[in-house]
């Protein structure tokens, strides 16, 4: 594998999530604090004018814009498909600024801590999200992987080497400094790792790596006109990344009736009660947990 040229921290992709955002204008008013000797960091303001309102979008969510058929497509040109098409005229491939590895940063309103979400599985993300998870325990893994880069919508198909970090529970359109030190911190240590990538300083361990793989979304409780008939279970709220086995309660009705999750295997839900995946219909993501071995992968790093 090549050494990585070229790093690109994106914020501000939704323009209320105010951590990544924030951490965009700290990196450009003081970028001696990303700059690494063997490769160039650049930042973006994925989505300035969202941010500038603080919504999330002003016409279509900017991270679901980043199909290569909609890149193509010229009759496109809603300002979020207008300015995913100028992100991948500079980020992209082919772009004024190709990158090498892209980090998106978003933060969300469920308990998600700090978690990394993959959309791939090539080798390098797993060994430094393994590598991330193994030095601070607040890591979690969540990989929601696509059939091939034309089917992925989000900013980091863009690169096949990088991902998200999500961090949560923050609400939406604030900063909290804890989460703000910790995303930080965060991007530091992978700006580092790659640093020492580069200048082939990686010990190449078998380090064991804790996956939470994507199975499925599961909407609200919902009448024939579509309204919600039902929340998330009091038991179930602010639980992310924990069990619910079958027979858990997991939707309470509007009258007070508990709705159980009935399914013959347990699973591991995330995102719960997102509040920008309401319009989505989207109550939760629930997710399956896997250990995974890479040592099979080192070879792929000489």
Partial sequence: ??????????????????????????????????????????????NPRAFQVARRYLDKDLNRCFLQQDLQNRYLGSYEEMRAKSIYKILGSKGSSPADFILDLHSTTANMGLTIILVNSHPFNLKLAAYLSQINPLVKVYRCSFPSVADNPFLNSLCELGFAIEVGPIAQGILRASLFQQTEELIHTILEYLEKFNLGEIELTNIPLTIYQHLEVVDYPKNEDGAITAMIHPELQDRDYQALNPGDPMFLTLDGQTIAYESKSTVWPIFINEAAYYEKGIAMCLTKQQQISIKDMNQQFN
Avoid at 7 to 36: C, D, M, R, S, W
């Fill in 1 to 46: 594998m090549n050494q990585i040229s070229r790093v690109a921290i994106v914020g501000g992709t939704h323009g209320n999530e105010f951590t990544g955002a924030y951490l965009i204008q700290k990196f450009t008013q003081f970028p001696h604090l990303i700059t690494k000797s063997s490769f160039v960091t650049i930042t973006l303001l994925a």
